[in-house]
C-alpha cells in the first residue's frame, strides 16, 4: 500500500513485483558486471556530513532556482525512455506529479507519449526540459529542436554519452515484443527488436556528434544548452569553453560504459577544475545517478551541484502507484531533505556548503560483487544444441 512507502527504495520493491519480465529488466539493468550501476548510489556512503548546531533551523526553505526556473527542491525528474512500459499513461504521469509538487521535468527524445502530450499535460507556469539524442539525420534534430524551443521547453540538454548502446545483459535476455516501443523506432528501418528494448531503440543515433557541433545547436536555439554525459573535469571545461551553459556529470545510470566514475564522485575535482579555469560563473552544474536519499541531494548541493536528476525510482514510483506514486515520492524526498537541512543546521539552500561534506574518503572504492551471471541466463534458452 501507498502508505507503506517509507522510502525510495520501497518503490523499487513493488516496482519490480508489478512489472513486466521484460519492462523490469529494461528499468532495471544496467551496463556489463553493473558496477558504475551500483557504484553511482554506494559512492554517496562514503561522504559525511559535518553538522551545525544551534542555529535557528525553525524555518527550513528548500526551494530554489534551476536554469533561471523556480522549483521546491533542488531536484527534477530527469530523462528517462519508454515511460509506457511502465504505466499504460507513460510519461504524462510525471508531468502530472511533477506539476503537483512544482517540479521540473526533463523530456526523452525516446518517451512513449509524444513530445507534445508531454507538453500539453504540463501546466502554464510548469517548466520543462529536452533532453536530446542527437540523430544522424540533422534535419529531423534540428526541426524537433526548433519545435521544442516554440513549445516552452528551458533547456536543451544533449547526451554525449551514447555513440554507442552499452550492453545491458539483463535487457539483451528479453525478447522485445512491443508493437509499438515509440515513434522513433517506428520510422527506422534498420532497429532489430530480438536483443532487447534498449536495442531496438538505439539505432538512429548519431556517433559522429562532437565539440564543434555545440557551435551549431547555438545557431538553431536561444535554449540554454547543457551536455548530459560528463564523466570528467577535463570535459566539463571544454563544454564551458565552446559556450555551453552547464552539464551534467552523468555515467547514463550505470547503463553505457561500466566503470565510469559515478557523478558525485568527479562532482568536487570538476567544480575545482572549473574555478581554476575561471569558467565557474554562469555555468551550472548538475549531476544525476544513484540519488535516492534527501541526504544524497544534500551532498551533491553542498559539493557545488545546482541540482541532481533522479530517474529510476520516478519510473518505479509511477510503476507501482501512478502519479499517486510519484508524488509520494517527491512528498518523502520534500521530507527528507527538509529534514537534513533542518539538522545540518541550515535553512536556505545557498548556505549548504563543501565545508558541511567530509569527502576524504570518497576514492575508496569497494566494488561490490558483480551482477550474477548464472543467475541471470536463461538455462532454457542456452540448451546446447541438439536437445
Ligand atoms: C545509443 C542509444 O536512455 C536507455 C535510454 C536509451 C538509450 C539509447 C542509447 O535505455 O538508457
Known amino acids: 500500500r501507498i502508505d507503506e512507502m517509507y522510502n525510495s527504495f520501497d518503490f523499487e520493491t513493488v516496482a519490480k513485483s508489478v512489472l513486466k519480465p521484460d519492462a523490469w529488466a529494461y ?101 520543462q526540459w529536452l533532453q536530446l539524442y542527437v540523430n544522424g539525420n540533422r534535419e529531423v534534430s534540428e526541426k524537433f529542436v526548433r519545435h521544442a524551443e516554440s513549445r516552452g521547453m528551458k533547456g536543451l540538454f544533449i547526451t554525449a554519452d551514447a555513440p554507442q548502446l552499452g550492453r545491458r545483459e539483463k535487457d539483451m535476455r528479453q525478447k522485445y515484443s512491443q508493437e509499438d516501443p515509440d515513434e522513433i523506432a517506428r520510422t527506422s528501418t534498420t532497429v532489430n527488436r530480438d536483443e532487447g528494448a534498449a536495442r531496438a531503440i538505439s539505432s538512429f543515433i548519431d556517433p559522429s556528434l562532437c565539440w564543434d557541433d555545440v557551435a551549431w545547436f547555438k545557431s538553431i536555439t536561444k535554449m540554454p544548452i547543457l551536455i548530459k554525459g560528463i564523466q570528467t573535469p577535463e570535459d566539463a571545461v571544454l563544454a564551458a569553453k565552446y559556450g555551453c551553459q552547464g552539464v551534467v556529470l552523468s555515467n547514463h545510470g550505470g547503463r553505457q560504459l561500466d566503470f565510469a566514475p559515478s557523478s558525485i564522485e568527479i562532482l568536487a575535482e570538476t567544480m575545482e577544475a572549473l574555478k581554476r579555469e575561471g569558467l565557474d560563473k554562469n555555468f551550472e552544474v548538475y549531476i544525476d545517478g544513484g540519488v535516492r536519499r534527501g541526504s544524497d541531494v544534500f551532498k551533491a548541493i553542498a559539493l557545488g551541484a545546482k541540482g541532481v536528476g533522479i530517474g529510476r525510482p520516478f519510473l518505479y514510483a509511477m510503476s507501482a502507484y501512478g502519479v499517486e506514486g510519484v508524488e509520494k515520492l517527491l512528498e518523502l524526498f520534500q521530507n527528507e531533505f527538509e529534514m537534513v537541512m533542518r539538522l545540518m543546521g541550515v535553512t536556505r539552500i545557498e548556505d549548504i556548503k563543501p565545508e558541511m561534506v567530509d569527502i576524504r574518503n570518497i576514492k575508496d572504492h569497494f566494488v561490490a560483487n558483480p551482477v550474477d551471471h548464472l543467475a541471470n541466463a536463461s538455462y532454457e534458452r542456452m540448451q546446447p544444441r541438439g536437445n
Open 27 to 127: 528499468y532495471s539493468s544496467g551496463a556489463d558486471d553493473e558496477i558504475s550501476m551500483r557504484e553511482n548510489h554506494n559512492a554517496f556512503h562514503r561522504i559525511w556530513l559535518r553538522p551545525r548546531v544551534m542555529v535557528n533551523v525553525k524555518n527550513v526553505d528548500t526551494s530554489t532556482t534551476m536554469l533561471g526556473s523556480r522549483t521546491s527542491l533542488p531536484l527534477y525528474i530527469t530523462a528517462t525512455a519508454l515511460g509506457k512500459l511502465g504505466h499504460a499513461e507513460g510519461e504524462v504521469v510525471l508531468t502530472k506529479a511533477a506539476k503537483n509538487r512544482d517540479i521540473i521535468q526533463m523530456i526523452p527524445t525516446l518517451a512513449s507519449c509524444s513530445f507534445d502530450e508531454i507538453v500539453d499535460a504540463a501546466g502554464p507556469d510548469q517548466t
